[in-house]
């Protein structure tokens, strides 16, 4: 009987001692071997992914972008080797552990994503998501925002331009090159010239919870900084829909697409603001990343305020729990800083 354990947690031992993997950060880098959870980039699609213990040990699945029809160092092995029979690819690990065989050849290389090809169909499906955006419906986008706790007239113009919802959107798979389609809102991500896409999943209207959550199209990059070129209080906050409830309240955000960014985030704050608020999530990573940028923030001079949750696990789930209360939390703010 194959065990598919031990196989699974040697590749994921190898990608990592022979730097085959690619880390958000630095924090990444180091958590990784530790056993700790952290995020690497996906070596076929470059899309941020959550790594996950493999049961009974402590080494990591090292991939698990689920939009590729994959989900462990296997899958990455035999797609980055042209293997398409699952025993074949179990006798060249093998012959891999004994020392007999190299991973990855030259013909196969680990990042196809990087190649002629795999970039033409990157951009293949950025011209399909821009699509959606020139026919988006309004209408439609608002009456699913309306879901989140979130009223689509309140946000600036700037920002409601940079969402739509789409019941399906067509795209490429990089890896298999198979066209699939799903649902959900997208939201419009620009740094400086770059634009990317993030779509969070729905099914039959209702925002998908586990599972394949989240499509990245194009690089990591934030969202809601069109909103705050002339803000002097700008919020920091983890998820799209964060920002957006925010926005809502009145207080411009910007989402930094997760903890991993959390460094990144004193470069996407324009030269007018003077005073940051911290409202990540509550929970442990996103407590951790609050005390990290309160360091980074103190350093580059900048006052900061930390909006702490007070309903649900984020700032989404506070305004479909209580909008009042995390209005009041906001203008709070707004009065200690007049």
């Not at 190649?115 to 821009?130: A, C, H, W």
């Not at 209408?139 to 309140?154: A, C, M, P, Q």
Request: with cysteine; hydrophobic share 35%.
């Amino acid at each position: 009987m194959t065990d598919f354990k031990a196989i699974n947690a040697f590749l994921s031992d190898y990608l990592f001692s022979s730097g085959r993997l690619d880390f958000p950060s630095e924090n990444d880098r180091i958590r990784y071997p530790r056993g700790i959870h952290c995020y690497v980039y996906c070596p076929i699609c470059g899309a941020k992914t959550s790594t996950e213990i493999i049961k009974g040990t402590r080494r990591f699945k090292s991939w698990q972008c689920d939009h590729l029809s994959s989900s462990s160092p296997l899958d990455l092995f035999m797609l980055a080797s042209g293997i398409k029979d699952t025993s074949e690819a179990i006798r060249r690990v093998e012959e891999l552990r004994s020392g007999k065989s190299v991973p990855f050849e030259e013909k196969h290389p680990l990042n196809p994503y990087r190649d002629d090809k795999s970039e033409s169909l990157r951009m293949m499906n950025l011209e399909l998501v821009e699509e959606v955006f020139s026919n988006r419906d309004g209408n439609l986008t608002g009456i699913y925002l309306k879901k989140r706790g979130i009223d689509f007239r309140l946000l600036p113009e700037t920002i409601r331009s940079d969402i739509a919802y789409t019941p399906r959107l067509e795209q490429i798979s990089q890896a298999t090159g198979k066209v699939f389609h799903v649902s959900g809102v997208i939201f419009r991500n620009r740094y400086h010239d770059e634009v990317s896409y993030t779509l969070r999943k729905t099914d039959k209207g209702f925002y998908v919870s586990n599972g394949f959550r989240v499509l990245q199209i194009g690089k990591i990059l934030p969202f809601g900084l069109a909103g705050t070129i002339d803000s002097k209080i700008v919020a920091i906050a983890e998820g799209s829909f964060d920002s957006l409830s925010l926005y809502a309240v009145g207080l411009p955000a910007v989402s930094i697409s997760g903890v991993a960014n959390a460094r990144k985030a004193p470069l996407y704050l324009s030269s007018c603001c003077t005073d940051v608020v911290l409202a990540l999530d509550n929970d442990e990573a996103g407590m951790e990343a609050t005390a990290e940028l309160g360091e980074i923030l103190k350093e580059s001079k900048r006052n900061f305020h930390i909006l702490r949750i007070e309903e649900g696990k984020d700032v989404n789930e506070w305004i479909q729990i209580n909008p009042k209360s995390l209005e009041d939390a906001v203008n709070k703010i707004f009065r200690r800083l007049k």
